[in-house]
């Protein structure tokens, strides 16, 4: 098929799918286009990123400081994000009530730049994960928080995965990269980054399948069977890119994260022991490990060799530079100056970070900051867990995605900047109550049963 064929049929149906959703008239607001742009550029390309793509030219980005384009979009992202909250009555003492472990976390994030080398840099950086919460925030405001959510992930489904198959099979030249240095290709679609391309399919892979089991439970109708279909072939492509980006990591997430939320769907689970179970399954794990070398063959499996594809070997490198324990080196700074030219002088392929969520959140914020992190992801264990003992079915994909988050920061670094599944992270981890019509407070806005709608919803608002 000729390439400008398949870009007609490709945008047809990226039209399609657009305009079937608008016709079943979601409830949600024109704001919902503000989280909506910011996961996608996050999650595919930066706008300076698109406008090299099919305009070329010189890029003018530098690691350390990004683009001037890039930035000012970001920006005008975020303020517009706060004047929306600004409308909707946000307040900022509730806010950090119901988030104090967030809150912490971000505060001392925004400290640690005092001691950073590279504190401007530092700084910009740190303002941008503010976008996170800021969007997150515009999605639980909307008058149907989790419907809200659920649109998000579907438009930005509707682009990612038909054009990154486009761009994968007939335009080479923007979806697939080649190593300088072997000429190996890898499939990038969309993104920039073929393990970038793998993440992305899996956290809308995850969120797409837990939204194809909710519709299998509604009542039979025209519409539900349209919406089968429809989620199906999504999840469908997904699967299609996931297998074409070969990120064994992003796989394995989410296996794992697919089987947590068919777990907990099962009636018989006694959902009162649900952190026995987990313990049981570690245990189970880590005995598998010492009897059986499990790792090693998962690794055979997936064609991967014991180092994790040099992985193992920045660990080992990272550590060797001097740092302060207790502090780090102040946000996102670690990989900048002289440390940066140490560890790209032992690595042809210049890594950008520690390919661990972990060693890299001890090595921009020490040990006090991978605890607040580890303390961020027991809240979001803890959230997730009370809903779902409360009959809440939201709660799956919550407890569902976390699994998959920490196992993937186990060979990506994802708690930092604008990594994607950052964002969804902060999605299954924020709280914040919204007034009822009879001015009680609900404790978790996204999965909210009573919510008004509709003039109602709106009166509320006003």
């Keep these: 098929m000729p390439s400008i064929v398949a870009a007609i049929l490709t945008l047809g149906l990226v039209g399609y799918l657009f305009r079937r959703e608008s016709r079943s008239k979601p409830n949600v607001t024109a704001a919902l286009w503000l989280p909506f742009l910011w996961f996608f550029l996050i999650a595919t390309r930066t706008s300076a990123q698109w406008m090299q793509t099919f305009f070329g030219g010189v890029s003018t980005s530098t690691y350390e400081e990004g683009t001037p384009m890039d930035a000012a979009i970001f920006f005008v992202l975020i303020i517009a994000g706060m004047l929306v909250l600004q409308r909707r009555g946000f307040n900022l003492a509730t806010f950090v009530r119901h988030n104090r472990c967030l809150t912490l976390f971000l505060i001392y994030s925004l400290v640690s730049i005092l001691w950073s080398d590279f504190m401007f840099v530092s700084m910009k950086r740190w303002i941008k994960i503010i976008g996170h919460p800021v969007m997150v925030l515009v999605l639980l405001s909307e008058p149907d928080p989790e419907e809200a959510i659920t649109q998000m992930f579907k438009r930005c489904a509707f682009i990612v995965f038909p054009v990154s198959i486009l761009f994968i099979k007939y335009y080479p030249e923007w979806g697939r990269t080649y190593d300088p240095f072997v000429g190996a290709p890898a499939n990038t679609g969309i993104s920039l980054d073929k393990n970038m391309l793998g993440c992305v399919c899996m956290a809308m892979g995850v969120f797409l399948f837990w939204h194809l089991l909710n519709v299998r439970s509604r009542p039979s109708s025209r519409a539900k069977r349209s919406e089968l279909f429809w989620t199906g072939f999504l999840i469908a492509l997904a699967l299609w890119v996931l297998h074409e980006a070969h990120s064994a990591t992003s796989l394995v997430t989410m296996l794992v994260a697919l ?10 689970l006694n959902k009162r022991m649900v952190t026995s179970y987990l313990v049981i399954a570690v245990v189970g794990v880590i005995a598998a490990q010492w009897y059986f070398d499990l790792f090693d063959h998962v690794l055979a499996l997936l064609g991967k060799d014991l180092t994790l594809t040099d992985r193992t070997k920045v660990w080992s490198a990272v550590l060797t530079i001097p740092i302060n ?52 992801l027991v809240t979001a264990y803890r959230k997730g867990l009370w809903l779902f003992q409360n009959g809440e079915d939201f709660a799956r994909f919550r407890l569902g995605f976390l699994a998959a988050y920490v196992l993937y920061n186990w060979t990506e670094a994802a708690f930092k900047a604008l990594h994607p599944v950052w964002f969804v992270f902060f999605i299954i981890l924020l709280e914040y109550p919204r007034s009822r019509p009879d001015g009680l407070e609900n404790i978790s806005p996204v999965v909210e049963t009573d919510m008004p709608s509709g003039n109602e919803g709106a009166a509320s608002r006003a």
């Design 325 to 376: 324990p207790l502090i780090g080196t102040g946000y996102e700074c670690f990989w900048l100056g002289d440390r940066l030219d140490t560890l790209w002088a032992i690595y042809w392929w210049h890594p950008i970070q520690a390919h661990n969520g972990y060693l890299e959140t001890y090595l921009n914020l020490g040990l006090i900051g991978l605890g607040l992190m580890l303390a961020l």
């Design 259 to 268: 089987a947590v939320i068919m777990v907990l769907g099962r009636q018989s």
